[in-house]
């Protein structure tokens, strides 16, 4: 709900201190996570995808474990670019979630919101890829910051456009309430007029 979310929408403190420390947790988390992966080397994260994708293609082709090694192999190639771009989209985009959720507890516009998330997640999809050069068999690459970046502005969009609405739509039954009292009292305002 709003209450949640919204800044303005909290009595109490408590609860935005809790909801920014959950945020903060979950967005720690989800960096470690990108952290771990990226600090594998090309033949283990070769290896975790191509897994991955066999499971996703056991799951979907039946006929699939009936092929041989050599057609797996080239089924798992053909797909891993693909899949690994997916990933880095996918990780990004829940990294935009959390980000976009916590600075959505701020008193800041919904632009101020999304510059603040996105420069957290651009700068840590740069860092990233940094990291990766490092890394035995990874490169750094700007198109895989650009993908990052990309998935995390559609985490971030989504979020805030979603608390907009329900700040926007908890505005209008607020607007409607105070309608309502106000003819409420205007109608009892005539009848002890007329009772007089």
């Known amino acids: 709900t709003i209450n949640m979310i919204n ?8 609860h935005i201190i809790c909801l920014r ?8 988390s989800v960096a470690a996570f990108i952290f771990y992966m990226s600090a594998q ?3 283990t994260s070769s290896k975790t995808s191509g897994d991955f994708i066999e499971k996703i293609v056991s799951a979907l082709d039946s006929t699939h ?3 041989s090694y050599n057609e797996k192999r080239q089924i798992i190639s053909s797909l891993q670019k693909f899949v690994r771009k997916l990933a880095h989209f996918s990780i990004f985009s829940l990294l935009g979630v959390f980000t ?6 701020f008193k800041k516009g919904f632009w101020g919101k999304l510059l603040f998330s996105q420069l957290f997640c651009s700068i840590y999809a740069i860092s990233d890829e ?8 990874r490169s750094c690459e700007i198109k895989d910051m650009l993908i990052d970046s990309a998935g995390s502005f559609c985490g971030i969009f ?6 907009t609405l329900c700040i926007k739509r908890k505005e209008v039954k607020k607007t409607m309430r105070k309608k309502v009292i ?3 009292n205007e109608t009892l305002t005539q009848k002890l007029l007329e009772a007089d």
């Open 7 to 14: 800044h303005n929408g909290l009595r109490c403190p408590k």
């Open 65 to 67: 474990k009936t092929k």
């Open 41 to 43: 080397d090309a033949a």
């Open 21 to 28: 420390a959950l945020f903060a947790v979950l967005i720690i």
């Open 182 to 184: 106000l003819n409420q």
């Open 158 to 163: 989504l979020v805030l456009s979603i608390v």
């Open 100 to 105: 976009a959720s916590f600075f959505s507890t």
């Open 130 to 137: 940094i990291h990766q050069k490092f890394v035995i068999g």
